[in-house]
Structure formats: C-alpha cells, structure tokens
C-alpha cells in the first residue's frame, strides 16, 4: 500500500485506495475537494449580465459555423442597426464582430448562438420592460427565481455559499437598490444567500471575506495540491477508524490497530512529502489571489443617494467592475461558492445621481457626443450613439477577458479554475429599442469537452425563435444537474 504515494500516479489510484481502506470522499476537507475538482466532478457558473443587450450588426461574426472575430471590423462612420427579424437578415460584414475583438485570443475557448427569444410572456407585470427583465434570467416563472439561484444549491457540494449575486453601480439609472424590479433579473433578490442591497460590489466582498483574503488567498498547483490533498484525506481517514475502534470489541479492535497503523505511517510519509515540497519550492506554480482594495472602500455605510461616496461615482465604475470580478474569482478558487451573477449596470429611466455622461468618466475611448447613459443608449437611433454603445460592449467584453485570463491562470485540480467553470452571457433585450430576438448569448469554456467551442451557431427551428428559458435549462444540463424543467421549458437546448 506504500506505493500509493507516489508522486507520479494518477490521483484517482489513490482515492479508489483510500477509499477501500476505509476513506470516503464525503469525509475530505474542502481544500482537498477543490484540490481533487476533476475527480468530483465540480462544475462552476459565472452568469455574466449586461443591460441592453448588444449592438448587433458590430456584435453578431458575418458566418455562422467556426466561429471567427474579424479583428478589421470598423465602426467608423457607421451606424449599427437592429430590428425585429434575424440577424441574419441584415448583417453588416464590415461591422461584424467589433465588439467580440477583446475576445480575439480566446476564440477557441467560446460560442455564440443566436436566434434564442426573450418572450417575456405570462409575467404579473402589464409593462413590456418589466416584463423582459422578470424573464431575462428566470425563464418565464419570475417567482421560481432566476438560474443562478436555482443552480446555487445544486452545484454547491461543500461550499459555504450557495451563490452570490453582484449588481455593480446600477442605481445611477434609477437610484433604488437591487430590489428594484424594473432593474434586477434576479427574482429572489440577493441571488442565493449574499448579494448586494447598494449595487455596491464591496458589500459582496465583505460578506465572502469579511476579514479580507489573507494567506488563504494563495492556491497552489497540482503537484503541491495533490499531496496536500492526499493529506487531507489520510487525516480524515484516521480519524474515522479511529472512532470505529473505539466503538467496537476486542476482535474489531485489533483490526481497526492494524489499519490505523497503516493509515499512520502513510500519513507520515505524505507529510514529509508536503514538508519537502514547501521548503524546496518545488510545489509548483502558487497563484495568489487576493487584490487590491482602495482605501476606505471596505467602509461601505452611507446611502445610495449620497452622491459624495465612492459607488456614487462614474470614475470609479470601472474598478468596482473590477472588484466585482476579483471577488468572483476569489470565491471560486478558495471554494467560498462555485455559482455568481454579475450584473454590470442596468437599463431603466434618469434618476440617479450619475451624469448623463456616465460612461464617458468610465475611460473607453473615443465616445462621441449626447448622453451617454444606459437607459438612452437603449433608446434613441442617433448613428453617434449607437456608436458609442458598440464602444461600451467592446469595453465590457474586453473585462471578460480578463476573467478568463485570471481563470487560466489558477491551478484547479490538472487542469485550471476555467476548465471547470462556465461564464455565460445574458441580458434583458438583445438590442435598443428593446428588441428581444436573438439575444446576445455567449458561453466561455469547454467543462473538458462538455460544451463545444469555438462556433456561432443560429439556434432557430424552421426559421423560429426559440424560448431563452431553452438556453439556461441546456446550461443546467450542460453542469451536470437532472433538472427537468426551468422557468417555462421542458426542452433544453442540446449544447
């Protein structure tokens, strides 16, 4: 049995051995449950939401099939469209695919599928905009709760939190919080059991780490990791027999000695493994995760019509976006949850305390006259404006790819923190105007071959749209979860 610790064998050997010696799976630490993630299967879910949607003709690649981001698509001097029919109606081949530049380097990581429909049918709410925002997430039954909250408790294995839902600076379009329904997709508001009432992404933060990231906050690689893993489940395998020992006879006894005897001496043996590896630094690669925080951002007392605090303030949108995604990646590597909803802004009317040139003071470049706001970027055709929202999405999805950057770089099991992950995009529209067919529909990552990347498919049947809530129920399926119905669907869409 002394072999098992070998370095170079698979770690599934070891569970199937520790396991017949006594050792359970459902006994590890959580560290060595995210250590061993492959082998038990965990899967992740980013829900990644912008309001508005997208401005389709410089979103939307000019083909369908291998998917494909035209790094010359131009904006200049052109006026992105949308209407009620297809995209592929009316794509413009020297738009297509502007907004996706960011994410170049990652083509063969991510999908696109059109021809999904926001229905927005059956809701409580007679207002059309009301209307799409209760089904934007939820599938058409807004009191069931929307898909992060219903896959939280799902994916959660021995996580603390079940999910965590951050809406960043939104009140500037409304100036109420995320209860707010004509804002909020989230239906049970908080998105699991920590969520922010402020569209404050630090009010997240301080409920996940309320004493800060501190040495927890550096993740290890896998041959580390496996030792450290292999540990854990030694420990708490000797523990166990322990127990039964002392619980049974004289006969069961003995026995029990000879194994924990066993079990001791590999436990030994293991811990001057880690031992060696931590004084020789050879554990392999170390990624720490924590990140910097502003001073006095952690104080987050004060109103949201307090326009003197800092998430009052469009100059420092783009970091709390930052913070928001930090956050995210924190949890997960430190298995703090394995479900987030980041929500970045939100459409709706002019009464918050933000300026009209909101996005302006953000930093994207090259913005153009007139306001330049959520709700009337939503809003009015002006060829200037409808530029500028094509700016702000390609700036949106350029933070996306930072995600996926910080992801690849974290050790998860053999692979990385994205190989278990899924970020998927969603909105209440897919266009200004608020048109609702083919919503901007955007999954990152493969789950080891489980979601096929790198295409563009239109998912539309004889030309007809089909029920978003098809989409999300085919991301629960894709996570490995046995729901049969989400929202309005029974028929998920086969990813």
Same mark, same amino acid.
């Given at each position: 049995?002394?072999?098992?610790i070998?370095?170079?064998?698979?770690?599934?050997?070891?569970?199937?051995?520790?396991?017949g010696?006594g050792?359970?799976?459902?006994?590890?630490?959580?560290?060595?449950?995210r250590?061993?993630?492959?082998?038990?299967?965990?899967?992740?879910?980013?829900i990644?939401?912008?309001?508005?949607?997208c401005?389709?003709?410089?979103?939307?690649?000019?083909?369908?099939?291998?998917?494909?981001?035209?790094?010359?698509?131009s904006?200049?001097?052109?006026?992105?469209?949308?209407n009620?029919n297809?995209?592929?109606?009316?794509?413009? &081949?020297?738009m297509?695919?502007?907004? +996706?530049? /960011? !994410?170049?380097?990652?083509? =063969?990581? @991510? %999908?696109?599928?059109?021809?999904?429909?926001n229905?927005?049918?059956?809701?409580d709410?007679?207002?059309?905009?009301?209307?799409?925002?209760?089904?934007?997430?939820?599938?058409?039954?807004?009191? &069931?709760?929307?898909?992060?909250?219903? +896959?939280? /408790? !799902?994916?959660?294995?021995? =996580?603390? @939190? %079940?999910?965590?839902?951050?809406?960043?600076?939104?009140?500037?379009?409304?100036?109420?919080?995320?209860a707010?329904?004509?804002?909020?997709?989230?239906?049970?508001?908080?998105?699991?059991?920590?969520?922010?009432?402020?569209?404050?992404?630090?009010?997240?933060?301080?409920?996940?780490?309320?004493?800060?990231?501190?040495?927890?906050?550096?993740?290890?690689?896998?041959?580390?990791?496996?030792?450290?893993?292999?540990?854990?489940?030694?420990?708490?395998?000797?523990?166990?027999?322990?127990?039964?020992r002392?619980?049974?006879?004289?006969?069961a006894?003995?026995?029990?000695?000879?194994?924990?005897?066993?079990?001791?001496?590999?436990?030994?043996d293991t811990?001057?493994?880690?031992?060696?590896?931590?004084?020789?630094?050879?554990?392999?690669?170390?990624?720490?995760?924590s990140?910097?925080?502003?001073?006095g951002?952690?104080?987050?007392?004060?109103?949201?019509?307090?326009?003197s605090k800092?998430?009052?303030?469009?100059?420092n949108?783009?970091k709390?976006?930052?913070?928001?995604?930090?956050?995210?990646?924190?949890?997960?590597?430190?298995?703090r949850?394995?479900?987030?909803?980041?929500?970045?802004?939100?459409?709706?009317?002019d009464?918050?305390?933000?300026?009209?040139?909101h996005?302006?003071?953000?930093?994207?470049?090259?913005?153009?006259g007139?306001?330049?706001?959520?709700h009337?970027?939503?809003?009015?055709?002006?060829?200037?404006?409808?530029?500028?929202?094509?700016?702000?999405?390609r700036?949106?999805?350029?933070?996306?790819?930072?995600?996926?950057?910080r992801?690849?770089?974290?050790?998860?099991?053999?692979?990385?923190?994205?190989?278990?992950?899924?970020?998927?995009?969603?909105?209440?529209?897919?266009?200004y105007?608020?048109?609702?067919?083919?919503?901007?529909?955007?999954?990152?990552?493969?789950?080891?071959?489980v979601?096929?990347?790198?295409?563009?498919?239109?998912?539309?049947?004889?030309?007809?749209?089909?029920?978003?809530?098809?989409y999300f129920?085919?991301?629960?399926?894709?996570?490995?979860?046995?729901?049969?119905?989400?929202?309005?669907?029974?028929?998920?869409?086969?990813?």
């Amino acid at each position: 049995m002394m072999n098992i610790i070998n370095s170079e064998l698979k770690r599934r050997n070891f569970i199937k051995a520790a396991v017949g010696g006594g050792a359970s799976l459902a006994m590890m630490s959580p560290f060595a449950q995210r250590a061993l993630a492959e082998e038990a299967g965990f899967k992740r879910l980013i829900i990644w939401y912008v309001p508005e949607g997208c401005a389709q003709q410089a979103f939307w690649p000019a083909q369908t099939g291998q998917l494909q981001i035209n790094g010359n698509a131009s904006i200049s001097g052109r006026n992105p469209k949308s209407n009620n029919n297809s995209i592929r109606n009316y794509v413009d &081949n020297n738009m297509a695919g502007y907004c +996706l530049q /960011p !994410l170049a380097r990652h083509v =063969s990581d @991510i %999908s696109l599928y059109s021809g999904f429909q926001n229905r927005g049918s059956g809701s409580d709410s007679s207002d059309a905009h009301a209307m799409v925002i209760d089904h934007a997430l939820t599938g058409g039954t807004p009191k &069931n709760g929307s898909i992060d909250q219903v +896959l939280g /408790p !799902l994916l959660k294995g021995s =996580s603390a @939190i %079940s999910s965590i839902y951050t809406p960043v600076y939104g009140h500037h379009v409304h100036n109420r919080g995320a209860a707010d329904g004509y804002m909020s997709p989230v239906r049970t508001v908080g998105g699991g059991n920590i969520g922010s009432p402020n569209w404050n992404p630090m009010d997240v933060y301080n409920q996940i780490f309320p004493n800060g990231i501190d040495s927890s906050g550096v993740v290890s690689g896998p041959k580390f990791t496996d030792q450290k893993a292999r540990l854990a489940i030694l420990n708490s395998a000797a523990a166990e027999l322990e127990t039964v020992r002392c619980m049974g006879g004289d006969e069961a006894r003995q026995k029990m000695e000879k194994i924990l005897a066993s079990f001791e001496k590999l436990e030994q043996d293991t811990q001057a493994i880690v031992d060696a590896d931590e004084k020789d630094n050879s554990g392999g690669q170390q990624v720490d995760v924590s990140f910097d925080i502003p001073n006095g951002w952690t104080n987050t007392a004060g109103s949201r019509n307090d326009s003197s605090k800092y998430w009052n303030r469009s100059e420092n949108f783009g970091k709390l976006v930052d913070i928001a995604i930090d956050t995210t990646i924190a949890a997960f590597a430190l298995d703090r949850t394995r479900v987030s909803m980041l929500q970045f802004s939100a459409s709706g009317t002019d009464k918050g305390p933000a300026q009209n040139d909101h996005y302006k003071k953000v930093g994207i470049s090259d913005l153009e006259g007139g306001d330049v706001n959520d709700h009337n970027l939503g809003h009015k055709p002006d060829a200037n404006l409808r530029r500028n929202q094509a700016r702000i999405f390609r700036w949106y999805y350029g933070r996306m790819a930072y995600l996926i950057d910080r992801l690849k770089e974290i050790p998860d099991g053999n692979g990385s923190l994205f190989d278990s992950t899924l970020i998927v995009t969603a909105s209440e529209f897919s266009m200004y105007n608020h048109r609702n067919v083919d919503m901007p529909y955007l999954i990152a990552g493969g789950l080891g071959g489980v979601h096929q990347t790198g295409r563009y498919l239109d998912v539309r049947q004889n030309g007809n749209f089909r029920h978003s809530a098809d989409y999300f129920l085919g991301i629960a399926r894709m996570l490995g979860t046995n729901l049969n119905r989400f929202g309005e669907s029974t028929t998920p869409y086969s990813f």
